[in-house]
């Protein structure tokens, strides 16, 4: 049973290095600003030519600032929606999908962090 008292970091069982490395990722979203003040660098997106809801979506796909249990979890989940995006055309029913395969993919981590937390 997860305490309601619990930081995220302890109900994730996230240790101090993976709270710094989520911290520093926090920092590369889009309107973030960095510690200094100065926005980051954009990285390459290799989605840029796509709709705008679709790379909104893409977007919680992402897994390398989860614990590596949970990036088992949600690394087939992302190639399969990365998958989707290049052999779909954007349009409301991709976008759909996406945002179910994203409820599934959370569904999933939540079962994986419950497992855990009951052994």
């Not at 979203?29 to 030519?49: R, S, T």
């Not at 893409?58 to 989707?84: G, K, N």
């Not at 349009?91 to 409820?103: A, D, H, W, Y």
């Amino acid at each position: 049973m997860i305490d309601p008292n619990q930081s995220v970091d302890e109900i994730l069982g996230l240790t101090e290095e993976e709270t710094e490395g989520l911290d520093s990722w926090l920092q590369t979203l889009p309107g973030a600003q960095a510690a200094e003040g100065a926005p980051p660098e954009p990285e390459e997106d290799p989605w840029e030519w796509r709709h705008p809801a679709t790379r909104h979506m893409l977007q919680f796909f992402t897994y390398d600032h989860l614990p590596p249990h949970l990036q088992d979890i949600s690394r087939p989940v992302c190639e399969l929606a990365q998958l989707m995006v290049e052999m779909i055309e954007d349009g409301p029913e991709l976008t759909v999908g996406l945002r179910f395969l994203l409820q599934g993919k959370d569904a999933l981590a939540r079962a994986a962090l419950l497992n855990t937390s009951t052994r």
